[in-house]
């Protein structure tokens, strides 16, 4: 079944600065790659994702990169904020197996101000 | 709209006790899940229901059981709990890939 490596496990950086998160998958069929910030006590929410067919996405101060051949992709954060500071999550899933997500093992970011 | 909710929010249950935990959509997906979350290990999906009527083992489905009682409706049931399903227990549902949680369960098995 699908495997999904998350690095690093904590990111620190200074506010201002930008933080990549890094994942591989090991099924090439994967077709869907979300991303999702999970704050103290909170459930995860959607920040940002990727379909296959393209290479990559931006919303505002996030961006994400999917490299198919390599089986890996990316989240950027730029201009990070003290807000910034949760724990991100990479998924990915086949969409013909009911979307369910294997989960990335995590990355608490920690931007001080 | 609600979203996905979830009952209860927490609970402690002895070893050997059984207990369903609910979950519930309201935005008409046809797939629903549920995960569980440890400290350092990210969600691992326990089990998961594509459509009304069908379920699916994912990862960890060892010691639980699932029913899909409707399209709105996705219960997980610990038969005989262990202090090993103590963790804290996240419902989802979506549609085309896109998934929203609901707020989530903490489970303590003493």
């Known amino acids: 079944g699908e495997n999904v490596e998350q690095h690093p496990s904590t990111l620190s950086v200074q506010e201002g600065d930008s933080a990549v998160i890094k994942c591989t998958y090991s099924?090439?069929?994967?077709?869907?790659f979300p991303w999702y910030k999970q704050e103290l006590g909170k459930r995860p929410q959607l920040i940002i994702d990727i379909r296959s067919n393209v290479g990559e996405k931006k919303d505002q101060r996030i961006a994400v990169t999917l490299n198919k051949t390599a089986k890996h992709f990316s989240l950027h954060i730029t201009e990070t904020q003290p807000e910034d500071s949760a724990v991100y999550f990479c998924a990915a899933s086949i969409s013909n197996q009911g979307g369910k997500l294997i989960f990335g093992q995590g990355t608490e970011l920690s931007v001080k101000p | 709209n609600a979203g996905v909710t979830q009952t209860p929010k927490f609970q402690v249950l002895k070893t050997g006790q059984s207990m369903t935990l609910q979950c519930a959509q309201d935005?008409?997906?046809?797939?629903m899940y549920w995960y569980r979350q440890d400290p350092g290990m990210g969600l691992r999906l326990i089990y998961y229901s594509a459509s009304e009527g069908t379920t699916d083992k994912g990862e960890v489905p060892n010691g639980y059981n699932v029913s899909r009682l409707n399209k709105r409706e996705f219960s997980l049931r610990l038969e005989s709990a262990a202090p090993s399903q103590t963790s804290v227990y996240f419902c989802a549902s979506s549609e085309r890939g896109l998934s929203s949680f609901g707020p989530g369960t903490r489970l303590t098995v003493l």
């Open positions: 935005m008409n997906h046809n797939s």
């Open positions: 099924d090439s069929a994967s077709n869907y």
